[in-house]
């Protein structure tokens, strides 16, 4: 599928697959596609930034790979590694046929029938349907000689493999980095690429999402929800739910046909929108009804 050709198409395009987004993140959407540019987005966990990735991917109808990053993490494990277990099977059966050609057995277990692909090689990979959507995700979670592998990576789209050779893009990849920002990312690497920080959505933005993710709940419902997760966004938690959070809260609330919210049905299902037992013990008992009243005058003063 062709690329949009203007700012409202990508809005339109994205909300077609589900995917609510305001005109910045459209426009730096946009310009990523039109320029070719990697795109890295910062905000907190539970924001939207993976699925923006597969939310493209999903309404330009092409492939989505995604690097999963973590801590440890090395060029070779995103890059390929060989298939160890079937090279030693090669090598016994050449040594029980009594194979003396070393060379062409070197040649031949470090070919392509035992390269196993890592994503930023499949990456690199000719696809019918266009260069694929790459998501490099969590990119904070690495350490600085994976950013600067990388950073050599996105600049020219190619990498090595000593047994083969050069593999080049014949099409760059439609890059997409995200980053919760547990630490700061390099400048060198954020200088090649268009940034956004994702925030937080408005009340009106975080309706019409669970509108979107969640059909299902009512009005009322939705405009209750979305108030109290706000109100909750405003206390001194050590974890804030994020739009993850109040949508997996919706389909909960939805599941136990809730019509609306009470203190004792919040405490019930706090499990789903906080994740840490401190959290959790904070916001209990009394707490829970003062943040619900305060979401409720929020809605009536609206």
Partial sequence: MTIPNTIDEVQARLSETGYVC????????????????????????????TEIAKALAKCLNRRLIRLQCYEGLDASSAV???????????????????????????????????????????????????????LIDEL????????????EALSDFQVTIPEIGTIAAPEPPIVILTSNRTREVHDALKRRCLYHWVDYPNFDREVEILNARAPEVSEQLSKEIIA????????????KPGVAETIDW??????????????????????????????????????????LKDARKTLEEA
């Fill in 22 to 49: 305001g005109r910045a993140l459209a426009t730096v959407v946009f310009l990523s596609l039109k320029l070719g540019r990697p795109l890295f987005l910062e905000g907190e966990a539970g924001v939207g930034k």
């Fill in 80 to 134: 390929y590694e060989w298939n160890f277990p079937a090279q030693m099977i090669a090598i016994r059966t050449a040594e029980a046929a009594g194979t003396q050609d070393r060379t062409a057995l070197q040649t031949e277990l470090f070919g392509k029938d035992y390269l196993i692909e890592r994503p930023l090689l499949q990456a690199m990979r000719p696809d019918e349907n266009g260069a694929p959507v790459l």
């Fill in 140 to 151: 904070d979670r690495t350490d600085e000689p994976f950013e600067a592998f990388l950073l």
């Fill in 228 to 239: 109290f997760v706000q109100s909750l966004r405003t206390e001194d938690i050590f974890k």
């Fill in 250 to 291: 919706a389909k909960c609330l939805l599941a136990l046909d809730v019509v609306d919210l009470s203190p004792q049905v919040i405490s019930d299902t706090l499990g789903a929108i906080l994740k840490y037992q401190d959290d959790i013990a904070k916001i209990g008992g009394s707490e829970t009804a003062r943040i």
